[in-house]
């Protein structure tokens, strides 16, 4: 009679070993965009009704960068190591002022956070926490910086350099900005924002916590069963959101070396992005404002008040090219040809463009800023 004792033993220990689900231990690194309404407990809380646990600590001094965070106690707090993820979240203008700016202020401090957790954290995971466009814009450094004046343009810039971060310094990206942009494009009924139009509302907070549980844990949103004092209908449709922006397309958000095997069995459809809410899945980067150049384009003047010349890598391939606004609406298309080519936007108001280069192999899509 033993052995079916120990059988019955065995089996309830493994059942009791797969019901506790997950443990991670996370590093917040951040400021307001953090601390308001408490993320890392919403993410804890979140992830504790759908079976898995969170051990959290967080270092979050309102207005708070990258920079700061370097060498204060976050820096002190990723080099005691044992962390298996960090989150970075940068000051919330920052990452979305003019090119030469960033590119001194913002890049080299991300570069050296990146690199401390994984030189104290061998297993660890760096994951930068994509914040989101002001409700309208920042209209206070909109005269220097024009793509600055509207939600659109600040969240592209806020894009584009966050992915840039990711991509650059081998680490993953929580896309939060993406899902309030979906939430604010497709459910404009749920209030994201707080009265100042910049930190999060509690249903904001609680789309970035949902997003963080699914990019921790590779698991779907749809295990969720907490939700804060927010309406059980917003709260539903806050978690699809997060599974069709985050889930969907895990591994794009993910760090390009990490395992992306999920941990449960829902279909996960990788080949496939939202161009309307994901802007690409390939952005030209460098001299986001200025001219772009990537390793095979060249797109100038950027910012323009009439036309954009495109100087194509290779003559002799036909290429085509296709002008969208930042809802992904086709404005109009045309075939590239030569060494360069000459798109004209002389008719359209000014604002923030997407246009995708076609090649027979490949595509390439860049942001364009029209002044006047």
């Not at 921790?216 to 997060?242: D, L, N």
């Not at 969208?324 to 075939?335: A, F, I, V, Y």
């Amino acid at each position: 009679m033993k052995k079916p004792v120990s059988l019955i033993a065995l089996v309830l220990c493994v059942t009791m070993l797969m019901a506790q689900g997950e443990r991670k231990r996370v590093l917040f690194v951040g400021n307001s965009y953090t601390e308001v309404n408490n993320l890392p407990n919403l993410v804890q809380r979140v992830a504790e009704s759908a079976g898995d646990a969170l051990e959290y600590e967080s270092n979050t001094p309102g207005g708070c960068t990258f920079a700061q965070h370097c060498t204060n106690r976050s820096m002190s707090l990723i080099q005691q190591g044992g962390w298996d993820v960090v989150v970075l979240q940068e000051q919330s203008q920052l990452p979305s002022f003019p090119q030469s700016q960033v590119e001194v202020e913002v890049f080299p401090y991300a570069q050296q956070l990146v690199q401390a957790v994984y030189n104290n954290n061998p297993d660890g995971e760096a994951m930068f926490y994509m914040t989101w466009g002001r409700k309208n814009g920042d209209q206070r450094n909109a005269p220097y910086f024009p793509v600055l004046g509207s939600y659109e343009g600040m969240d592209s810039m806020l894009y584009e350099r966050y992915m840039y971060m990711a991509r650059q310094y081998d680490a993953s990206v929580c896309p939060v900005g993406r899902v309030w942009r979906y939430l604010r494009a497709n459910n404009p009924e749920i209030e994201l924002y707080q009265p100042d139009e910049s930190h999060p509302s509690l249903a904001g907070s609680y789309a970035a916590a949902c997003a963080f549980y699914t990019l921790i844990f590779h698991r779907s949103p749809q295990y969720i069963t907490y939700q804060p004092e927010i309406e059980a209908a917003e709260a539903v449709t806050i978690r699809e959101a997060v599974h069709h922006v985050v889930f969907d397309t895990l591994s794009f958000w993910l760090r390009q070396t990490i395992d992306t095997t999920h941990h449960d069995t829902t279909q996960v459809d990788t080949t496939q992005t939202d161009t309307t809410q994901i802007d690409t899945t390939q952005v030209g980067i460098q001299g986001t404002y200025g001219s772009i150049i990537n390793s095979q384009f060249s797109i100038y003047p950027n910012p323009t008040t009439d036309q954009v010349t495109v100087l194509l890598p290779q003559p002799s391939v036909k290429y085509d090219a296709m002008l969208c606004d930042l809802k992904g609406r086709s404005l109009r298309t045309m075939p590239l040809s030569g060494k360069q080519t000459a798109i004209s936007l002389s008719d359209l108001p000014k604002g923030v463009y997407l246009l995708t280069v076609f090649s027979p192999t490949d595509r390439h899509t860049f942001h364009i800023v029209k002044t006047l």
